[in-house]
């Protein structure tokens, strides 16, 4: 089933007394599964934030529509089963983790008769049951990142909605971070997740979808969006020489390395040119592995094509 549907979704900012209007988000359709981590990722300005507002209906849509559990956003009722991590969010400073979670329980409507013990839990989950009782003014980034995290997961919710939660998180918070996320999905959570830090996303997400100046520019699984059909690893019984990689197969700049041969054929077509030609030349064939990009790599170079450069 899918939790959310973003429908020809457009949100322009501005309104009609105002001269400056800025496309936020740009026409497009968007479906996250149930139970899957979603990783939604973007340069600044791209739209990621927007786009979780709408969703919650702290924005509202110029253009389409979107549903949150097969129900439309207008229908507040389903909130109830949503979690949401803001961006940059700030909590009173003169508030212990302890009040700030019992602040968020008495916000949400959140009824549970042992509410201490669900707030020592959730404090412990994000490693911060050591610091129940002191004051928010004296944490760090990552130690407010983690308490929002516990927040955002209080009322059990079956959909969280995180921007940026690992913003200001060190490497090991980060991990932390990744660990409660896997966790949530076991449980049969479903997480979206904004981010600019594609080596993280690319470690927890099922899937993920690029946004570019409010166009969705690609979506779908990690694995689909890293492995490239233009250059192939072939791995052969027979060994083709050196001289032979110069004259032979010149044409398919053939090159070797760790014993495999990496063939840049450009398209699948060609790679079975090559493929036919290889088998006619005698030569057995082992295996043929598409190579990869990390997410990186296409995020940069799919961000270049969108801008012409
Ligand atoms: N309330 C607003 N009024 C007018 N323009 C806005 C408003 N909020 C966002 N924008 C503009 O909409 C565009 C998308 O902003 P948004 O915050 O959604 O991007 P983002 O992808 O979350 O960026 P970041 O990675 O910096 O958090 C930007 O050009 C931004 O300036
Ligand atoms: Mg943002």
Redesign the pocket.
């Known amino acids: 089933m899918n939790i959310i549907e973003v429908n020809n979704l457009t ?1 322009i ?2 309104g009609k007394l105002t001269k ?1 209007k ?1 496309t ?2 740009d026409d497009f359709s968007l479906q996250v599964k149930e139970g899957n981590i979603f990783g939604l990722l ?12 709408v969703l919650l209906g702290i ?1 509202f849509a110029t253009h389409g529509n979107c549903k949150l559990f097969g129900k439309d956003i207008a229908e507040y009722k389903q909130k109830k089963m949503v979690g949401y991590l803001p ?1 940059n969010h700030r909590f009173p400073s003169y508030l212990t983790a302890e009040d700030v979670m019992k602040y968020f329980a008495a916000l949400s409507g959140y009824r549970n008769s042992n509410l201490n013990g669900r707030i020592d839990e959730l404090l412990k989950i994000v490693k911060m049951d050591q610091w129940k009782k002191v004051k928010v003014k004296k944490y760090s980034k990552g130690m407010m990142q983690r308490l929002g995290l516990a927040q955002a997961m209080l009322h059990d919710p079956k959909l969280i909605f995180l ?2 939660p690992t913003d200001g998180v060190d490497p090991i918070g980060r991990k932390e971070i990744r660990e409660v996320l896997t966790n949530l999905k076991k449980d049969g959570k479903t997480i979206f997740l ?1 981010s ?1 830090l594609l080596s993280e996303v690319e470690l927890v997400s099922d899937r993920v979808a690029i ?1 570019n ?2 166009r969705l520019l690609q979506e779908g699984s990690v694995e689909e969006l890293t492995t490239t059909k233009e250059t192939f690893h072939l791995e052969l019984e027979n060994e083709i020489s050196d001289e032979e990689l110069e004259s032979k197969w010149k044409e398919f700049n053939l090159s070797r390395r760790d014993g495999k041969y990496i063939a840049p054929v450009g398209s699948v077509d060609r790679l079975n040119v090559l493929i036919d030609q290889l088998r006619a030349a005698g030569k057995f064939i082992k295996s043929v592995t598409p190579m990869k990009h990390s997410l990186e790599d296409m995020f940069i170079s799919l961000i270049n094509e969108s801008e012409g450069r």
């Open positions: 949100k900012y501005g400056r800025v936020a988000l973007g340069p600044n300005g791209a739209g990621k934030t927007t786009l979780i507002k924005a961006e921007d940026e904004n600019h946004l100046k409010g």
